[in-house]
């Protein structure tokens, strides 16, 4: 079956203490992204990978990192998490170009920074 | 940069009645993409239509049809006998046709069923 998979679904932190969420799909996709998800605001772009080794910023990226050492994994990196960081994050992943290239979401995950 | 614009916050509609959502855009492209993403509580995102730019016609998925306004840059999202599956928050989007799969997500309106 084609996903995207994120773990975990929900996370509750401290300020400060590093953490990673994973990203993974079997889609063979190029082109993947994070979003956050804040209300009033809808969804928007962390960070997306063109390829391996190939990330660039995307409207909300500061406190962010993110690395593609593989194609499948797209992992989002909160170096020092801090309290506005607190939202929904989605993974998400498409064929790099064509005419359809539908985006296939992760199931989300709810952090909260404390 | 491109902007999508939702003006209805919350939306509610009798089971089986008709709705429309509301979605504008603003870009200075001629080719690119408009979709509808519903999201349930369940939070998954489900791509519920999408229409190409250059395609006058406008798309339908079963109850779900779209009005595009290409020249008003609108994009509104009407369901046809509305069920209570239907009840979720639904995102408008745009993506260009070209560069990055950017999505360019509107704020949301969440619609309600009354039974």
């Known amino acids: 079956e084609a996903q995207v998979t994120q773990n975990p679904r929900y996370l509750i932190t401290v300020t400060g203490k590093k953490l990673t969420v994973t990203c993974s799909q079997n889609?063979?996709?190029?082109?993947m992204s994070w979003y956050r998800q804040d209300p009033g605001l809808g969804l928007r772009q962390i960070y997306y990978?063109?390829?391996?080794?190939?990330?660039d910023k995307g409207d909300v990226p500061e406190g962010y990192k993110v690395s593609r050492k593989e194609k499948r994994n797209f992992p989002l990196i909160l170096e020092s998490p801090s309290p506005n960081q607190t939202s929904l994050y989605f993974c998400?992943?498409?064929?790099?170009?064509?005419?359809?290239?539908?985006?296939?979401f992760g199931q989300g995950t709810r952090l909260t920074v404390v | 940069a491109q902007t999508v614009t939702q003006s209805q916050p919350e939306m509610s509609v009798q089971e089986a009645e008709t709705v429309t959502l509301s979605c504008t855009y603003d870009?200075?492209?001629?080719?690119?993409?408009l979709f509808w993403y519903k999201q349930p509580p369940s939070r998954q995102m489900i791509l519920v239509i999408r229409?190409?730019?250059?395609?006058?016609q406008n798309a339908t998925e079963n109850r779900f049809s779209v009005n595009f306004q290409k020249a008003a840059k609108s994009f509104s999202l009407k369901i046809s006998d509305s069920q209570l599956g239907d009840a979720a928050m639904y995102f408008c989007?745009?993506?260009?046709?070209?560069?990055?799969?950017?999505?360019?997500f509107g704020q949301g309106t969440r619609l309600t069923i009354n039974p």
């Open positions: 998400a992943s498409s064929r790099r170009t064509g005419l359809n290239t539908e985006a296939f």
């Open positions: 889609m063979n996709h190029e082109y």
């Open positions: 990978s063109m390829n391996v080794e190939v990330t």
């Open positions: 870009t200075s492209e001629s080719d690119y993409y």
């Open positions: 229409q190409e730019a250059y395609k006058q």
């Open positions: 989007a745009y993506r260009s046709a070209q560069g990055a799969q950017k999505l360019v």
